[in-house]
């Protein structure tokens, strides 16, 4: 699979269909979707991008957990001098 910049200018023309079109021709769209993604105009502009369900897998994936995020943190173990603020509480309301 191609892994093209989704930018409209980015892509050739064929890749570009605005939406009466695609409405028209949805599993010409589908199907060249799998070589790369398809942008969807409307009143001339980008509107949305129609990936195959093998890409949209692959950008979705997550990478870890949280916690894994957190312990690769380059800040980790880097001796901050965090100070908690001692505002006076918020005024509650009934």
Not at 24 to 53: C, F, M, N, W, Y
Request: aromatic content about 4%; proline content about 7%.
């Amino acid at each position: 699979m191609t892994d093209r910049n989704t930018a409209p200018d980015a892509l050739p023309a064929e890749d570009i269909w605005t939406l009466a079109k695609a409405k028209a021709r949805l599993s010409e769209v589908i199907d060249r979707a799998q070589a790369g993604p398809q942008v969807i105009t409307r009143h001339g502009k980008p509107d949305a991008v129609i990936v195959s369900a093998e890409e949209w897998a692959r950008k979705t994936a997550r990478k870890g957990t949280l916690a894994e995020f957190l312990l690769a943190s380059p800040l980790r173990g880097a001796d901050l001098d965090l100070e908690r603020e001692h505002d006076a509480p918020r005024d509650e309301t009934p």
